[in-house]
T-cell receptor, first 113, second 113 residues
Framework: KQEVTQIPAALSVPEGENLVLNCSFTDSAIYNLQWFRQDPGKGLTSLLLIQSSQREQTSGRLNASLDKSSGRSTLYIAASQPGDSATYLCAVDNAGNNRKLIWGLGTSLAVNP | DAGITQSPRHKVTETGTPVTLRCHQTENHRYMYWYRQDPGHGLRLIHYSYGVKDTDKGEVSDGYSVSRSKTEDFLLTLESATSSQTSVYFC????????????FGDGTRLSIL
């Protein structure tokens, strides 16, 4: 049974730091891994989707990597800003159809001015 | 932002009453999903739809039913609400299944007393 873990549960950093959020999964037979951000009282916003054949994806200051063999993904945020404060969730798609996404519980990030 | 509207945004009701939540999209996406989000459990899929009148169960479907009579609307019904169904409910849509990320609405906070 696929399990997704995100560590740490909460993180507080000063503005300007580069930081890494971690996501680990137990079953390496995945179709893709997705990173989302959730602001308080809001829905989720898709950040990056990495297909199983890819090693990384980049969008602006965000870079997500995927290592299927070790069951790990990292989300790298460069030059963090207070506006990056949010909860970041990763989800693993085992079936390739969005119907069986397995979600982590998220990392709550606070970037302090 | 993807055009997804959830209504109502907040609702308080009593045990045993029927409740219907509505998700309306303006993106003409084929796939629609209902999730619930609870502390310590992360996001869990309730039901999803892969076209008009085509729906299927998710991970936690007991006590819930859905209907999709038009591409743009996906309704979630709690036939007889219970306190265990107190949660935040999210609707999501996606253009394709498995290769495109989902886009989420802002959620409905449902309290059942």
């Amino acid at each position: 049974k696929q399990e997704v873990t995100q560590i740490p549960a909460a993180l507080s950093v000063p503005e300007g730091e580069n930081l890494v959020l971690n996501c680990s999964f137990t079953d390496s037979a995945i179709y893709n891994l997705q990173w989302f951000r959730q602001d308080p009282g809001k829905g989720l916003t898709s950040l990056l989707l990495i297909q199983s054949s890819q090693r990384e994806q980049t969008s602006g200051r965000l870079n997500a990597s995927l290592d299927k063999s070790s069951g790990r993904s990292t989300l790298y945020i460069a030059a963090s800003q207070p506006g990056d404060s949010a909860t970041y969730l990763c989800a693993v798609d085992n079936a390739g159809n969005n119907r069986k996404l397995i979600w982590g519980l998220g990392t709550s990030l606070a970037v302090n001015p | 932002d993807a055009g997804i509207t959830q209504s109502p945004r907040h609702k308080v009701t009593e045990t045993g009453t029927p409740v219907t939540l509505r998700c309306h999209q303006t993106e003409n996406h084929r796939y629609m999903y209902w999730y619930r989000q609870d502390p310590g459990h992360g996001l869990r899929l309730i039901h999803y739809s892969y076209g008009v009148k085509d729906t299927d169960k998710g991970e936690v479907s007991d006590g819930y039913s859905v209907s999709r009579s038009k591409t743009e609307d996906f309704l979630l019904t709690l036939e007889s609400a219970t306190s265990s169904q107190t949660s935040v409910y999210f609707c999501a849509i996606s253009e394709a299944s498995g290769t495109q990320p989902q886009h989420f609405g802002d959620g409905t906070r449902l309290s059942i007393l």
